[in-house]
């Protein structure tokens, strides 16, 4: 996966809708942190369970997966691992906030706020709690 700043405007899809990006962690890069609404938490955590713009493969938790010690490669030819206790998302989360400000998340943001301690921007929060899902994302 690949990282972009919140608040910047999402490129990762050429030709995707218009989008501020929230969520595109890397753990190379620092975060901000904090206490996230549990009813956010709970909406993130249930739109990530059915993603949007799924993708082949997966993304495993790059926070996770440096605590699994060793990490077992099952096939090298397509380098996928064997991580059972790491999460993993393979898709996105679209959301249109009231003033049609739409938001595109990795599906792992639910986690990223769950186990991480990540804190999404205000706008974000406020369009979990009380935006839609992005018409004609899928």
């Given amino acids: 996966m690949t990282h972009i700043p919140d608040l910047a405007p ?3 899809h050429p030709g995707a809708p218009d989008a ?4 595109w962690l890397d753990s190379s890069m620092p975060f901000p942190t904090g ?3 549990q009813d956010v938490r709970d909406r993130l955590v ?14 495993y938790c790059q926070f996770c997966q440096a605590a ?8 090298a030819d397509i380098r996928l691992y064997e991580a059972p206790d ?13 003033d049609g400000t739409n938001f595109a998340a990795p599906a792992l943001i639910g986690h990223y706020v769950e186990e991480h301690r990540y804190l999404p921007p205000d706008g974000f929060i406020e369009a979990a ?9 899928a």
């Fill in 10 to 12: 999402y490129d990762y």
């Fill in 20 to 23: 501020i990006a929230i969520g």
């Fill in 35 to 37: 206490a996230c609404p």
């Fill in 46 to 59: 249930s739109l990530g369970a059915k993603p949007v713009r799924l993708m082949r493969g997966y993304h």
């Fill in 68 to 75: 699994v010690e060793p990490q077992r490669v099952i096939r």
């Fill in 86 to 98: 790491v999460a993993r998302g393979n898709g996105e989360i679209w959301l249109t906030g009231v």
């Fill in 129 to 137: 709690r009380t935006g839609v899902p992005t018409p004609g994302v």
